[in-house]
């Protein structure tokens, strides 16, 4: 059985930083692309950043330079470290495995930034 799990969200005041977490298991980790995305009330699911089985990494326009992925394989986990937060940034974080159009999603974890 396919699980991901996310935890690390949490509320922080503008300016802040959190360390998201994912550890997944029931997938050969190395063999997935893995990314996090999130989820505002009343919006699309938007990519945030993603990280190929090569370590390249691909972040959206909006997070570049505040946040950081990063992979563990020893693990099976992935991070997302995000410094410089704001409210726009509130949102369910989810964690996903992509490979060859197979996806899993987590359950999510929630981030709130206080103005």
């Known amino acids: 059985q396919v699980q991901l799990v996310e935890s690390g969200g949490g509320l922080v005041q503008t300016g802040g930083s959190l360390r998201l977490s994912c550890t997944t298991s029931?997938?050969?980790?190395?063999?997935?692309?893995m990314g996090w995305y999130r989820q505002a009330p009343g919006k699309q699911r938007e990519l945030v950043a993603t990280?190929?089985?090569?370590?390249?990494?691909n972040y959206a326009d909006s997070v570049k330079g505040r946040f950081t992925i990063s992979g563990d394989h020893t693990q099976n986990a992935i991070y997302l470290q995000m410094s410089s937060l704001k409210p726009e940034d509130t949102s369910v974080y989810y964690c996903?495995?992509?490979?060859?159009?197979?996806?899993?999603w987590g359950r999510g974890t929630q981030v709130t930034v206080s103005s």
């Open positions: 996903n495995a992509l490979r060859f159009g197979q996806t899993y």
């Open positions: 029931g997938i050969v980790f190395r063999t997935y692309e």
């Open positions: 990280i190929t089985v090569y370590g390249r990494t």
